[in-house]
């Protein structure tokens, strides 16, 4: 299995990114998904899960600012951010929320920075 996310870059503070996590070698409709984020310095941390039947949830720190979705069928796992802030700077991945996890991808750099 392969994750490839992609997407991320730099934006200001209040502004908005989406970024894509392509899964490649399994049936993304199989999985629940989840992102997570990793800041300068910082241990990774678990953001947002998205199960098969779409029920999201999400940690405090993110909550009403992004929105995980998944288009099974492109197999592909998005996050969109809006109202962007800088400590929401972080190499940003995919992967399974639980259980045996797939090998990590390099992850897309997002900077939020004036």
């Known amino acids: 299995v392969q994750l490839q996310a992609s997407g991320g870059g730099l934006v200001q503070p209040g502004g908005s990114l989406r970024v894509s996590c392509a899964v490649f070698?399994?049936?993304?409709?199989?999985?629940?998904m989840a992102w997570y984020r990793q800041p300068p310095g910082k241990e990774r941390e678990l953001i947002a899960t998205?199960?098969?039947?779409?029920?999201?949830n999400y940690a405090a720190s993110v909550k009403d600012r992004f929105t995980i979705s998944r288009d099974d069928a492109r197999r592909t796992l998005f996050l969109q951010m809006d109202s962007l802030k800088v400590e929401d700077t972080a190499v940003y991945y995919c992967?399974?929320?639980?259980?045996?996890?797939?090998?990590w991808g390099q992850g897309t750099l997002v900077t939020v920075s004036s």
């Open positions: 998205i199960m098969s039947d779409h029920t999201t």
């Open positions: 992967n399974r929320p639980a259980g045996e996890m797939f090998q």
């Open positions: 070698g399994v049936d993304l409709r199989d999985y629940a």
